[in-house]
C-alpha cells in the first residue's frame, strides 16, 4: 500500500467522530481537495473505509493496516528505550527477601502474580544506568510497604513494572534501602528468568519499562 494513502488513513482515524471532509483531509496533507478526494475513493474503493453520510468509517481491513504500523513503531521505541545489562549472581539475599510473607503478599494484591523466589540481578554500565534513571523519573510506580518481622524492621520498596527480554512480565524493584550499587537493576517475575530465557551470568538481558 503507498505511502499517500496510509497516511490519509491514519488522518481519517485519527478525527473523532468519523466525520472529516475531502477538504478537511486536503488540508491537514497539504494537498488539493480534488486530490484528497480521490485517495478517499480509492481506499473506500479497497475497503479500507466506508462511508455513512458524512461519517467515514474504517473498515476492519483498515484497522488491520493501522494495527500493523502501530505495533511496528511500538517496537522501535520501545527497542530504543529498552535497558541492558549483564546477569551477574548474586548473594542470594534477593531470595531471602522476596519469600518474606510481608511482601509476598503485597507482590500478589498489588502487582498480581508471585514471583519466583529470587531476583535477577543485572550490572548497568554508566550510560545505561542514566537512561533508566531518567526514564524512572517518568513512569508510575507501586510502593511495597515496609514492615517488622523477626525484630528486623524492612523498608518501603518501589516496584516498576517491566517486559524482559520484550516477552515476560515482571517487576523492577527499587527498595529505599539497598546493599546494592546504584548501577544494579534487581528484576523480579513468576518465570524463573534464568531457565526461561535459557540466560547465565555474563548474559546480556533487556528490558522496557511499562
Known sequence: MESDYILALIEIAKKKGGKITSVELG?????SQQTASRRMKELEKLSFIRKEGKKVIIEERGM????EIYLDLDNVFREQKSIYGKLFSGLGEGKYYISKHGYREQFIKKLGFSPYPGTLNLYLSFDEN????????EKEYTVLNGFRDENRTFGDVRCYK????????????????????PNVAEIISKEFLRKKLKINDGSMVSFFVL
Open 27 to 31: 488540508n491537514v496533507l497539504d494537498i
Open 64 to 67: 488491520k493496516v493501522l494495527k
Open 130 to 137: 542514566k537512561k533508566l534513571e531518567k526514564t524512572l523519573t
Open 162 to 181: 517491566i517486559l524482559i527480554e520484550n516477552q515476560i512480565e515482571g517487576a523492577l524493584l527499587k527498595p529505599f534501602r539497598t546493599h546494592h550499587m
